[in-house]
T-cell receptor
């Protein structure tokens, strides 16, 4: 199956710093990538939908200035958590959809962010 | 708002028995549903999907049933194995929306 690579797998940062998470589709082109957030023992919550070459669409309640998403190519999307605070600590997961198949998602392995 | 939910947050099953995980969805117009498996510290893994024009679909050891009348999905795992231990999520593709919304999840644990 298609492979989605997400890095880093784990990051610890100080409060107030910014953290960038990368999501790459390794063997297919992804016009659309999705970013999810997951707190312990909870479900995945969709944060935003990222389309190559255009601005991301954020879900209600997600601050676009805090969670910067860039989808500059058909194989790479990045999520930057700006001025991170302890409450931003969470498991962030990206997923990618193949061209024309937005419902068929392939997921990255997730990034555990811990903000001290 | 729209949501996809699960009846049981945890399920304990004897190894070798069949497991049945249930899910209720709220949007009657949704036309595509997916079951995912998530192991600790990993991203979700696709298990099986079903479209609304079907009521049953089978895979290897797994079967998904869709009851549109009561907006209910179930995942059946035959001959449950220790490797099946994980959290299972149902997910939904709302109409006219290119996104997947996840339900609340069920943790499946296997008794030896």
């Amino acid at each position: 199956g298609a492979v989605v690579s997400q890095h880093p797998s784990r990051v610890i940062c100080k409060s107030g710093t910014s953290v960038k998470i990368e999501c790459r589709s390794l063997d297919f082109q992804a016009t659309t990538m999705f970013w999810y957030r997951q707190f312990p023992k909870q479900s995945l919550m969709l944060m935003a939908t990222s389309n190559e070459g255009s601005k991301a669409t954020y879900e209600q309640g997600v601050e676009k200035d805090k969670f910067l998403i860039n989808h500059a190519s058909l194989t790479l999307s990045t999520l930057t958590v700006t001025s991170a605070h302890p409450e931003d600590s969470s498991f962030y997961i990206c997923s990618a959809a193949q061209l024309g198949r937005n419902e068929k998602l392939f997921f990255g392995s997730g990034t555990q962010l811990s903000v001290l | 708002g729209e949501s996809v939910g699960l009846h049981l947050p945890t399920l304990s099953v004897q190894e070798g028995d069949n497991s049945i995980i249930n899910c209720a969805y709220s949007n009657s117009a949704s036309d595509y549903f997916i079951w995912y498996k998530q192991e600790s510290g990993k991203g979700p893994q696709f298990i099986i999907d079903i479209r609304s024009n079907m009521d049953k679909r089978q895979g290897q050891r797994v079967t998904v049933l869709l009851n549109k009348t009561v907006k209910h999905l179930s995942l059946q795992i035959a001959a449950t194995q220790p490797g099946d231990s994980a959290v299972y999520f149902c997910a939904e593709n709302p109409p006219r929306a290119s996104k997947i919304i996840f339900g609340s999840g069920t943790r499946l644990s296997i008794r030896p």
